[in-house]
């Protein structure tokens, strides 16, 4: 289970509360990092991620097999609020959800599947991993400086939070990456991510589609990708440019696979 990823979506409450009283009607208009949506507009996001565990059917009808589709709909459905109202709604549905989200690490609703389209299935107790990586996301890459267009104190990777999200994207890098991963991945490849929240994964070739699994160190791979955990967040969602990314990634062995690899991955 994942409760780390309670404490971490209660550190990020805070974070959003905190930001949202401090921001300007101007700073709330202003495009964010995420192409096509203003500062507003993720936190509108936030709320639609809120709605989903809460209250699903005040949303808009979903764009079957395209989760991202889906979410530009949800946030143009509300995008009339002021940014009262959208602050408002997050403050009233945050601590509901989070209550929902522990019932969530307790078996057997732990291991119940959760369908999020063409994102994968999922165990409902990793529900709350995907909401602690979309708030640390957002707020770290896309709305504060220097990705984002907001000057103000930036949400440090946490021990918490940043387990949390790679709980989300290690499950989900099998099933989100495109195709291309699975043709990528001939030989075992180790993915090590230091600092905060780290850890090492072990990337295996199986049939369809890898498999990803904390590195045991039984296995010997062929290639290992060396990355910061929080630069992972970062160039694992395609926000980073490659020369960014060139900067932020260490390949040994065989260089090859492991740059077949990196630039195959895709989570979100």
């Not at 403050?91 to 609703?109: C, F, G, H, K, Y």
Request: aromatic share 4%.
């Amino acid at each position: 289970m994942t409760q780390y990823g309670i404490q971490a979506i209660k550190t990020l409450r805070e974070e959003v509360l905190n930001l949202g009283q401090s921001l300007t009607l101007d700073d709330w208009a202003r495009p964010s990092a995420c192409a096509g949506w203003s500062v507003q507009d993720i936190l509108i996001h936030l709320n639609c991620t809120l709605r989903e565990v809460v209250s699903p059917d005040s949303l808009p009808a979903p764009v079957a097999g395209d989760i991202e589709a889906s979410n530009d709909v949800g946030v143009a459905a509300f995008r009339g609020q002021t940014p009262e109202e959208t602050l408002a709604e997050y403050r009233s549905m945050i601590d509901s959800t989070i209550d929902e989200l522990a019932q969530l690490q307790v078996p057997p609703a732990s291991e119940s599947e959760v369908d999020m389209d063409n994102a994968g299935v999922y165990p409902a107790h990793l529900l709350v991993d995907s909401l602690v990586f979309d708030h640390y996301c957002h707020l770290r890459h896309d709305i504060i400086a220097p990705h984002g267009p907001v000057e103000a104190a930036t949400v440090e990777p946490d021990e918490d939070i940043v387990k949390s999200s790679l709980a989300w994207l290690l499950a989900g890098l099998p099933q989100m990456s495109p195709e291309r991963l699975g043709v990528s991945v001939t030989a075992p490849v180790r993915l090590s991510l230091t600092g905060v929240g780290g850890g090492d994964w072990l990337i295996s070739p199986e049939p369809g589609k890898p498999a990803v699994a904390p590195d045991d160190r039984v296995v010997q791979p062929a290639a290992i990708i060396t990355s910061d955990a929080d630069d992972f967040i970062r160039w694992g969602t395609k926000r980073a440019t490659e020369t960014e990314r060139a900067r932020m990634v260490t390949l040994s062995g065989d260089r090859e696979l492991g740059q077949r690899v990196v630039e195959s991955i895709h989570v979100f």
